[in-house]
């Protein structure tokens, strides 16, 4: 259920659930210049922060305007298709008896809980019956908890890699890992900035915050740590599990190259033999002086000089393992 609003023959895309007449929540999704226009003829915001509401990006920051915030937060939206995680933006506006939401779309937790507001009267008197803080406190903390399940899949990813890395071949591990690093980065690129922005709500005192930041957006810093705990945590086992697979890539070309190296040496001596009577010259057991019990002297010579090669090959690797 949305509630749009019209001004003539103007559509505007914005929507508006209103508590008791003391506080309103506007609702924009996909914002263009009409919804911004509406903003800048009835709350006469600052011309910066609706250009910046325009903007396709914007590090988070918080601008006190005196009477009111201007606000810009990111927050991660997980893209099954492409197993990547990608920042939506989200821009607040929050005053005395105002609050001014507007995102590009995927924040699912942030229209999730406007239609809850929308449709359900207690709800509504839950979340907007206090003020205006209270309900940007609730709209952060679920916005950050919506955090946690992408930070759950990133670790079930990288224990499903962690189980493939000694089973299967390298180049499928090898593209998990690189997965998991390109999403670990854009995650960790998402969150590092929020931190700040946290903190200061947590430690600034505005008037029309009348809830205690240090309990509601202390609690909100908390989570924002613990996801970069998590971040942090996830990035030191990634790395571990690249330079891993590295070793093992390493150690079977090392493999690979020892058992080229035998079978070279097994052809050496045949193929130097082998070489010297291909010569056009008259040799001892060669085909026009020889017989055929010296040319299978010369075979088992032949076959002798590969063994013994053979044989130095592997007392040499056997004792390379021992050390």
């Known amino acids: 259920m949305v509630t749009e609003i019209t001004s003539g023959e103007k559509l505007f895309n914005i929507s508006s659930v209103c508590c008791g007449g003391k506080l309103t929540w506007y609702y924009i999704e996909k914002p263009s210049e009409r919804e911004v226009q509406y903003l800048a003829d009835n709350f006469h915001f600052h011309t910066l922060a609706l250009d910046d509401v325009l903007s396709k990006v914007q590090r988070p920051k918080i601008d006190d305007y005196g009477n009111y915030l201007f606000i810009v937060l990111h927050f991660p939206v997980f893209d099954k298709a492409n197993r990547v995680t990608t920042p939506s933006e989200l821009d607040i506006f929050v005053g005395e008896n105002f609050l001014v939401t507007s995102h590009k779309g995927g924040l699912k937790p942030l229209s999730k809980l406007f239609n809850e507001c ?102 909100i810093a ?23 697979s590295n070793w093992l890539t390493s150690h079977r070309i090392q493999e690979v190259m020892r058992f080229l190296t035998i079978v070279m040496a097994l052809m050496a001596p045949p193929t130097l033999i082998a070489s010297i009577y291909g010569m056009n010259i008259h040799l001892p057991g060669g085909i026009t002086t020889g017989d055929s ?23 040499n690797a056997g004792f390379e393992l021992l050390i």
């Not at 999403?183 to 709500?201: C, K, M, N, W």
């Not at 908390?222 to 790395?239: N, S, T, Y």
């Open 293 to 315: 019990l010296t040319f299978i002297l010369v075979l088992v010579f032949m076959l002798l000089t590969a063994g013994a090669c053979c044989t130095i090959s592997i007392t």
């Open 222 to 244: 908390d989570h924002v740590r613990k996801i970069w705990d998590g971040l942090e945590d996830c990035k030191e086992v990634v790395d571990g599990l690249a330079d891993t």
């Open 118 to 219: 929308l449709i359900d009267d207690d709800i509504r008197q839950k979340y907007m019956g206090r003020s205006a803080g209270y309900l940007f406190y609730q709209i952060l903390d679920r916005l950050v908890n919506y955090c946690f399940p992408i930070l759950d899949k990133i670790i079930e990813n990288i224990d499903q890699v962690e189980d493939l890395i000694f089973t299967r071949t390298v180049p499928e591990t090898v593209r998990g890992i690189s997965l998991i690093r390109r999403d670990l980065i854009s995650f960790r690129r998402i969150i590092h900035p929020q931190i700040t922005v946290v903190e200061e709500l947590e430690s600034e005192r505005y008037p029309f915050f009348k809830e205690d930041p240090d309990v509601y957006f202390g609690d």
